[in-house]
């Protein structure tokens, strides 16, 4: 069943039902202030950080489920509506909500007032502009009271939803005109507060919460709203608010649009004050007046519709399939930037107080994005370089705010070093610039202590070498790419963390997925190499590769697949000789990726090992038989109910691996199987059992085992969206930039008979016409006229426009 559908031309989903089977939200902001809003108008924006500057509240696991936005409270007579639908939730006759580039615009519609929401955060602003716009399509004048509303949060996001004896006693507001200042903590160490403001004049204000909702109502029945007038309130600790009140009258036929501004100030310390007490304003004010009126909304939108065209003409496809189409063009890029942007910080599931950003997380994402903000790429692979120690481990996790790593969470994550190879390798394939290389970089943020960033990734990859265990198989630490495989644990007491209570110390858990990680990340390593002039560290590289795939296929190679792992004490992992966790997906995907086992058909026994013992109708599952039973020796990933999360869910992350391995062995039908199997556009029809957003990637879908198998969890903050990324851009449609050139294998199913790709590259244009079904992977190619041997078209002088037509 669907909810929506999408509007191609326009880039939205087009919501048309409140009722979606969970709350569907975008993401506005591009740089330093960023918003979540459900198609209820739900969530919540901050600046740069999510928990220490957060503007409003909103209640994670809340009852309903998506409390708390920016509502716009319409009072026609004696009845009160909002367009919203949430919270009041009365019978809209129509309702639309469309999630675009950085635009949501939601419009309800109740006996002859169609109210629209148009939200957005302009470039270069710190601030939420919301645009409403009444319109009286009836007969008869209407006289209209309509009510905002947002609840401020107290800006540390934990502190206030946890410290209530200190914060019930803090909040401050001061009202000037239609401006209503958040300004609590801001008369000791606070340089900011939060303006919420409107371009009209207003009735009245409230800005204390008890007063205006009442202390024993909900949301939907706020007390001033249901009697037409507010009380002007003035908040003194509990909770601020901002409320405007404004009276509406519009004749038959007549519209009305205003503006809201919700928006973030920063002082300088040393203009703190206008007068002893008296904030300094004048930020606040130049921001509103930059939002004055409706026609300076419809700039802003207009300029964000250019930024994003821009980003998104890097790479435009046009073939038979429109899903496909709308996968590629718009939604898995669009997904992408926002992780880029959020990591796995705020979402509907991460709560914006919690995760830093990953080290690997963040390397796998920068696949996903590097093509459009490659600048940005560039900042963000020196930022994680610099949590990097020297011998090459690194921190888990960083904090966005400071850049420097998370203590609490520390290293010994064994797969992380080599992540920043794949991602830098990205990032010079990209770009070109190998100056990057040689950027100086600290360890541990340490500015005494810098190496090259050639360096850094040298430490990356001797990391791995230097921790080997007796099969010749790199040590897995706390856990690698899977968190929850966590072999030296051994966690028997409830109240500890899986992953950082290693309670023995062994050098003997080994991971095949590291392996394959490994063999994958050095050949890119040894072309870096190269171009840095170092010549033996290339060719080294070269042969701990060979030895490491000779290391894979002696001793991780268990008949039909390959294994997982070697346990603390030796034992298989992911063998046929198990009970449970016979068959683990990573490897399958990675090993193969890395060309081991290509050339003598243990590749393609393995895939096909996947086909048969991992496939489902809703994706790949990380493994099989589901752990039934917890494993101390296995540690987390055996305390899942089977068939959720990394216990036989469909982790949406890794099935990409499969379809990339699929095009290495050459079978573009079946990787394109497994696409379609999880791309959310496909999905939109069996939204029901899906429940998450039809236009971006969620982390997992509940596996064959579980009772609710095919519904998703976790939509948006997951590196699946970059890797389903490279699998789709990369190796199924099959354009991709190399050191030498640009790329160009389509491997793809008979299904999808010819397509078109633009693709922006290093200030070139490369026009790929495909005509033929190209499903081995092995096409010819004739560029500008010319037929050229292989597959890799030499990168062309900046300016260029190229034509390259493939055929099989
Ligand atoms: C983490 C990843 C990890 C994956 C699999 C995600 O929640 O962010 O770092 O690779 O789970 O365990």
Redesign the pocket.
């Known amino acids: 069943m669907r909810f929506g559908h999408f509007d191609d031309d326009a880039r939205e989903y087009v919501i048309t039902t409140p009722r979606t089977p969970y709350p569907w939200i975008n993401y506005l902001g591009t740089e330093d202030f960023f918003s979540l809003i459900s198609h209820t108008a739900g969530g919540y924006c901050f600046f740069r950080d999510a928990r220490f500057r957060r503007l409003i509240r909103f209640r994670y696991n809340n009852v309903p489920i998506d409390a708390g936005g920016r509502y716009f409270y319409i009072r026609d007579g004696e009845e009160v509506w909002t367009p919203s639908w949430m919270p009041v939730k009365a019978e809209l006759d129509r309702f639309e909500c469309r999630h675009g580039l950085g635009t949501t615009r939601i419009t309800g519609e109740r006996n002859g007032v169609v109210a629209e929401q148009l939200v957005l955060v302009p470039l270069g602003e710190s601030a939420e502009v919301h645009r409403l716009t009444l319109a009286n399509t009836g007969e008869v004048p209407k006289r209209l009271s309509v009510f905002s509303f947002v609840e401020f949060c107290l800006w540390n996001a934990w502190d206030d939803q946890t410290n209530f004896q200190r914060n019930l006693s803090t909040g401050q507001v001061e009202i000037e005109g239609g401006a209503i200042y958040h300004v609590t903590e801001y008369r000791e160490r606070r340089n900011h507060f939060a303006v919420f403001g409107v371009n009209a004049p207003i009735a009245g204000f409230d800005t204390d919460r008890e007063s205006f909702v009442g202390l024993y109502n909900g949301l939907h029945e706020p007390e001033v709203v249901l009697a037409g007038a507010a009380l002007g309130s003035v908040a003194s600790g509990w909770a601020p608010i901002g409320s405007h009140h404004l009276e509406v009258e519009l004749g038959p036929g007549e519209s009305r649009s205003f503006v809201f501004v919700l928006g973030y100030v920063e002082n300088p310390i040393d203009a703190k004050w206008k007068a002893p007490g008296v904030v300094n304003k004048e930020r606040a004010r130049a921001l509103l007046a930059r939002f004055d009126s409706s026609a300076r909304v419809d700039d802003a939108v207009a300029e964000l519709r250019g930024y994003w065209e821009g980003l998104l003409g890097t790479y435009v496809l046009s073939s038979p399939d429109e899903r496909l189409d709308r996968m590629v063009n718009t939604w898995n890029p669009y997904q992408c930037m926002v992780t880029f942007n959020m990591s ?1 910080s705020a979402s509907y599931f991460e709560s914006g107080i919690g995760r830093g950003m ?1 080290f ?2 963040s390397n796998q994402d920068l696949l996903g994005f590097v093509h459009l903000v490659p600048d940005r790429a560039r900042q963000r692979i020196l930022d994680i370089a610099a949590t990097q120690f020297t011998d090459g481990s690194a921190y888990h996790q960083y904090q966005p705010l400071t850049k420097r790593g998370n203590h609490d969470v520390g290293s010994g994550f064994n797969d992380d070093p080599l992540w920043l190879i794949e991602g830098t390798a990205a990032y010079v394939k990209e770009t070109g610039d190998t100056a990057i290389l040689a950027e100086d970089v600290p360890f541990d943020n340490d500015p005494a202590d810098t190496a090259t960033l050639f360096e850094h990734l040298k430490r990356s990859f001797h990391f791995t070498l230097e921790n080997l265990g007796p099969h010749g198989l790199p040590l897995i630490g706390r856990a690698d ?4 495989l966590n072999l030296n644990c051994f966690s028997e007491t409830s109240d500890e963390p899986y992953q950082t209570t290693a309670n023995r110390e062994g050098r003997t858990a080994e991971s095949v997925f590291i392996a394959g990680l490994f063999v994958h990340a050095a050949p890119d390593f040894a072309d870096l190499a190269e171009l840095v002039g170092e010549m033996d560290e290339a060719a080294a590289a070269r042969r701990h590769a060979q030895a490491m795939t000779d290391a894979v296929l002696e001793h991780a190679w268990d008949g039909e697949w390959f294994l997982r792992a070697y346990d603390f004490f030796g034992n298989k992992v992911g063998s046929r000789d198990c009970d449970e966790g016979k068959i683990l997906i990573e490897p399958q995907g990675f090993c193969i990726m890395a060309g081991i086992g290509v050339d003598d058909g243990r590749a393609v026994k393995a895939l096909d090992s996947v086909k048969a013992h991992l496939d489902t109708d809703f994706g790949i599952v990380l493994n099989q038989p589901a752990y039934s039973t917890y494993h101390v020796e296995l540690g987390e990933i055996s305390s899942y109910p089977p068939g959720y999360k ?1 216990n036989a869910g469909i ?1 949406c ?1 890794n099935n990409p691996w499969v379809m990339i391995a699929e095009t290495v062995v050459g079978r573009g039908g079946r990787a394109f199987d497994y696409y379609r199997k999880i791309a959310p556009a496909y999905l939109e029809e069996i939204s029901e059992i899906h429940r998450m957003e039809p236009y971006v990637y969620s ?1 997992m879908i509940a596996g064959r085992d579980a009772a609710r198998h095919g519904e998703a969890k976790n939509s948006w903050l ?2 699946t969206a970059a890797w389903n990324w490279v699998a789709i851009a990369h190796h199924m449609l099959g354009v991709r930039p190399e050191l030498g050139g640009l790329r160009v294998a389509p491997c793809i199913s008979s299904e999808i008979p010819g397509f078109t790709i633009t693709r922006r590259c290093r200030g070139s244009v490369y026009r790929i016409r495909v005509d033929n079904a190209c499903e081995l992977g092995e096409p010819r190619l004739v560029v500008d006229g010319r037929e050229i041997a292989g597959t890799l078209v030499p990168w062309a002088p900046p300016g260029t426009t190229v034509e390259i037509a493939c055929r099989t």
């Open positions: 796995r990953g690997r997380d790419w899977n968190d929850c990394e982790f992350h982390q997951t590196g």
